[in-house]
């Protein structure tokens, strides 16, 4: 059974810093990318942040660009998403996504993704 571990989130005043870790477990196929998404209450999910995984190619929504940072941990199947500066508008449900087993072709696009995480909360206060 494959799982995706998020953490990190938490609640920071307008201009701080966090940093959302998601590690792959129970996984015998590299995961041919990863992603970072998030959702409030009443709108659609979107993409925030996706990297190939072994190219470390990286892609971000330009509400994020400058922002925010997606990287990978090569020794394992592990994503990590920093995030500077973080602005009210941030606040949201962060989740964790993988594609596994088929190509990744929009690193952005959640339809892509076939393994979600939990979730972690991250909030903003101005």
Not at 11 to 28: D, P
Not at 93 to 103: D, E, F, P, S
Request: contains cysteine; neutral net charge; glycine residues 12%.
């Amino acid at each position: 059974q494959v799982q995706l571990v998020e953490s990190g989130g938490g609640s920071v005043q307008a201009g701080g810093s966090l940093r959302l870790s998601c590690e792959v477990f129970g996984n015998t196929y590299r995961p041919n990318c990863m992603g970072w998404f998030r959702q409030v209450p009443g709108k659609e999910r979107e993409g925030v942040a996706g990297i190939y995984i072994g190219s470390g190619s990286t892609h971000y929504a330009d509400s994020v660009k400058g922002r925010f940072t997606i990287s990978q941990d090569n020794a394992k199947y592990a994503v990590y998403l920093e995030m500077n500066s973080l602005k009210p508008e941030d606040t949201a449900m962060y989740y964790c996504a993988a594609v596994m087993g088929r190509l990744c072709n929009e690193p952005l696009v959640q339809s892509n993704y076939n393994r979600w995480g939990q979730g972690t909360q991250v909030t903003v206060s101005s």
